[in-house]
DNA sequence: GAGTAAGTAGACCGGTCGGTATAGTACGCG
DNA sequence: CGCGTACTATACCGACCGGTCTACTTACTC
């Protein structure tokens, strides 16, 4: 009965799994999770229609929720490595900002954050997405939280920080989108490293 | 033998119109674009689905957009009328996020932005609908920046500033609704008391 | 009261949706 | 070898999607 990891000790075998997850994770970061059809996700993996459900039994949502956890880790690491780079917070909220502005930007204005869409359009309506939303943004939290911390702040200013941090950027990420134009994010960047300094 | 609400001579003629474009603002507040259905706009409604495609030829998306301006109109009268309270601008903005907090709550934290999930799924491939998220949003941005500026603020910051305060109270929604709390609203509200004192 | 534009009404359409059924293949293991 | 299982592969399903059609009823005008 040896259960998975089954295949060549490299990527054999869940190359599949793992294509569905990426391909995933793209589409819901650019539309979401409503205007996403399966048909669109299994041509963009190159994986069969049928393997979706042998890797996902619980079809669309599992496949979601997966995605939604692949994009929030990722962002999670991107955010504290900026967080650990040198500088006070001021400096280092502002690099994260520039980056989303960049990333932002280079994707034609179509790669905001991962999490955000799927969150407004499918939380109310399903508590497994909101739990997992619920937890992609509480670890970002914490990333930024104890870069303030390790900077001197108290733990309430620093939570009450982070919160506002991420409210903006995302927010920024929003209006930017609205735009065409990164200018919310340097206004955001800006106001906050006034705050912050 | 219609029983349904004939032609009262004040609303004759538009209130299926207007029937439509707030069930649809409910129904994409609520859901988003993608997730929400001609049959459940037309089913709340209570209009008969030809009736739509007279009123509204241009489909789904120009119902929308209407959609998208009424709910964006109704929301910068609010905005006025708080900013135009008494009281510093810290407190005013304050009261804002407050009253948002206390609508996403009683709604069961359904009701949020009701642009924000539209933009975010839709914008980027459809341009009228981005065109009329721009504009949604700078109506708000003109009614805050006006309040900072009647407050004695320079011209530049007055623009950062209200850019910061509605990216961040965009972000504090969607925070809420993943978190189900207000928490980081008021979070966001305190924060931007400090920096606004 | 005939004519006509405005608006109502719901049956109907092809296409796509998420999901399933079932046959086939690769591979570790005895 | 051959057998079981992990996985691939595709054809297929009913439901629902956004959108269209045509017949009808009203309200106003002459």
């Known amino acids: 009965m040896s259960m998975s990891a089954r295949r060549d000790p490299t990527t054999a075998g869940t190359s599949s799994r793992e294509a ?8 819901l970061r650019r539309q979401g999770y409503a205007a996403t059809g399966l048909n669109e996700i299994v041509a963009r993996s190159g994986a069969p229609r049928g393997s979706l459900y042998f890797h996902f039994p619980g079809g669309k949502q599992e496949l979601a929720l997966a995605a939604m956890e692949h994009s ?46 799927v969150t407004l359009e499918a939380a109310a309506g399903s508590e497994p997405v909101r739990l997992t939303a619920e937890r992609v943004f509480s670890s970002w939290l914490s990333e930024l939280e104890s870069a303030l911390v390790a900077e001197g702040a108290e733990p309430e200013a620093a939570r009450r920080r ?36």
């Open 20 to 27: 569905f997850v990426s391909s995933t994770a793209k589409l």
């Open 72 to 117: 929030g880790e990722q962002l999670r690491g991107a955010i504290a490595a900026v967080m650990a780079s040198p500088g006070g917070a001021a400096r280092t909220v502002g690099g994260l900002i520039d980056a989303l502005a960049a990333g932002l930007e280079a994707s034609g204005y179509r790669d905001g954050c991962p999490i955000a869409t």
């Open 162 to 197: 982070a919160m506002l941090v991420l409210a903006a950027a995302e927010g920024g990420l929003l209006l930017a989108r609205a735009q065409r134009d990164t200018a919310p994010l340097t206004a955001v960047r800006d106001e906050l490293q006034n705050l912050l300094a």
